[in-house]
Nanobody
Framework: QVQLVESGGGLVQAGDSLRLSCALS????????MGWFRQAPGKERENVARISWRSERTYLSDSVKGRFTISRDDAASTLYLQMSSLKPEDTAVYYCAVLRHWSGTQVPPVTAWGQGTQVTVSS
């Protein structure tokens, strides 16, 4: 059973940067397509970024493109989300996930979720 543990969330001001990490255990990280999702209060969970095996392909949603970067370190079994120029509307619980396959156009099925980390951006 894959386990995912996110870290790096916190309270920041608008315009600040933050880096989220997601450590995977009990699985072969390099074989997985990975993604970051977020869920704000009263809103549906949305996929903001995903990355294929060996970082060959990445996807960023329009809402974060140009401000967020997704990356992975297969040797460390860790997924990252570098967030910059943060806005109050980025406030949400951020989740990492294992995806069933890669898609550049649709959100693939999720096979495992982390527990989430809170990101709060004050104005």
């Amino acid at each position: 059973q894959v386990q995912l543990v996110e870290s790096g969330g916190g309270l920041v001001q608008a315009g600040d940067s933050l880096r989220l990490s997601c450590a995977l255990s009990r699985g072969t990280f390099s074989r997985y397509v990975m993604g970051w999702f977020r869920q704000a209060p009263g809103k549906e969970r949305e996929n903001v970024a995903r990355i294929s095996w060996r970082s060959e392909r990445t996807y960023l949603s329009d809402s974060v493109k140009g401000r967020f970067t997704i990356s992975r370190d297969d040797a460390a079994s860790t997924l990252y989300l570098q967030m910059s120029s943060l806005k109050p509307e980025d406030t949400a619980v951020y989740y990492c996930a294992v995806l069933r396959h890669w898609s550049g156009t649709q959100v693939p099925p999720v096979t495992a979720w982390g527990q989430g980390t809170q990101v709060t951006v004050s104005s």
